[in-house]
């Protein structure tokens, strides 16, 4: 039987790449999904019309600049040998990926695994990067932004008044954040939990980033100045895997899941929990996103149990039953209707979320 919830339904290509989700972008008037392949190609489907299109990342591009084989000792100052650069396979170079527009440019951004800027000889070299791609062409957009240590396990971009500023924290619990408009310009730097999971979004219209991991905890930093926001947001167990940060009846609310199953809430603000964690899945929240429909301010969480819930922030409830067998990759909009895009083993699907929370 049919979920009237349902929008659509698309069964075209399937990521076959080490990234974990696949995310969607308004692309020439058309709603796309995007995906990397090992191979390093990179496909967009259209979620309307079904067409797929795919061109080859420019992997060649994909090294650092020059001055980072000098900083890392990789070539001497009298004698560089550029014959000694790492070969990127796209397995290493895409384990997390997001999109954004960048100068109204529609691009993906893609974060590298811990062998990303592995070269043999120089193993304590080990780290991923970030790097930005023209999503039309394939074609590598500005610096290769290092620095992260060992493999990114969260990205995301947040787009201010000061330009397009993407996030990144990484296994080590090391976060960075560039501003991509100003050619990749170093933002923060940010000693965080390990193996944790990221989300970041606008603040009184600064960028804030929240972070978790093996920690009980979490904290809300301001990235234009770099310092955490009041104390530690306490009461989650690790791992915090899934962030989001949300306004609920006029007041900024951080939302969070994890490894323990549950949805946990926090007014930014005084940094305390708010009410009781909203529980449900059977299994590690490992995706989360927000919106607005109908005047209330909902979650939608994706877990390995299979299934992916709606919830309403402030009341703590779930609502309605959940959507089976699939797997939430993000929550965004349509023609200005909210929408989760989820996906399966075999399709993908999109589920309007004002009929959802009716």
């Known amino acids: 039987m049919t ?59 994909a090294g650092p600049e020059d001055d980072w084989y000098y900083e890392n000792g990789v070539w ?28 109204g440019r529609p691009v993906v951004v893609t974060g590298g695994g811990r062998f990303d800027l592995s070269i043999p000889e120089h193993w304590d070299l080990i780290g991923g990067a970030v790097r930005v791609w023209d999503l039309r062409t394939g074609r ?48 923060a730097e940010i000693e965080g939990s390990y193996n944790g999971g990221m989300g970041a979004g606008l603040v009184d219209g600064r960028p804030v980033a929240v972070i978790g991991g093996h920690d009980d905890f979490l904290q809300a930093w301001d990235l234009f100045c770099g310092e955490q926001i009041g104390k530690s947001l306490a009461g989650i167990k690790n791992l915090a895997r899934a962030i989001a940060i949300t306004e609920v009846n006029g007041r900024t609310v951080v939302v969070a899941g994890g490894d323990d199953e549950a949805v946990n809430r926090w007014d930014l603000t005084t940094q305390e929990p708010i009410g009781s964690p909203m529980t449900g899945h059977t299994d590690t929240i490992a995706t989360l996103g927000t919106a607005h429909v109908a005047g209330r301010t909902i979650a939608v969480t994706g877990s390995n149990d299979g299934t992916t819930r709606v919830w309403d922030l402030a009341s703590g409830r779930q609502i309605g039953a959940p959507f089976t067998g699939h797997h939430l990759q993000m929550v965004t ?12 083993s075999d399709d993908i699907r999109v589920w309007d979320l004002t009929l959802a929370t009716r």
Do not use: Y
């Open 140 to 187: 590598k957009i500005g610096k290769t932004l290092t620095g992260l240590g060992l493999g990114v396990c969260s990205l995301t971009t947040v787009a201010s008044d000061q330009g397009l500023i993407a996030v990144s924290s990484c296994e080590n619990g090391k976060l960075l954040a560039w501003n991509l408009t100003r050619e990749g310009e170093r933002v």
């Open 76 to 103: 001497d100052e009298d004698d560089p040998d550029e014959d000694e650069r790492p070969k990127f396979e796209a397995d290493d170079i895409v384990s997390a990926l997001t999109v954004a527009h960048l100068d």
């Open 333 to 344: 909009e349509i023609a200005g209707t909210p929408v989760a895009v989820t996906q399966s």
């Open 3 to 61: 979920d009237d919830r349902m929008m659509r339904r698309f069964s075209g290509h399937s990521h076959a790449g080490a990234h974990e989700t696949t995310p969607v972008i308004q692309l020439d008037g058309a709603l796309v999904t995007v995906s990397v392949d090992d191979d390093g190609t990179l496909w967009t489907c259209d979620l309307v019309g079904g067409a797929c299109a795919k061109r080859d990342l420019e992997l060649d591009a």
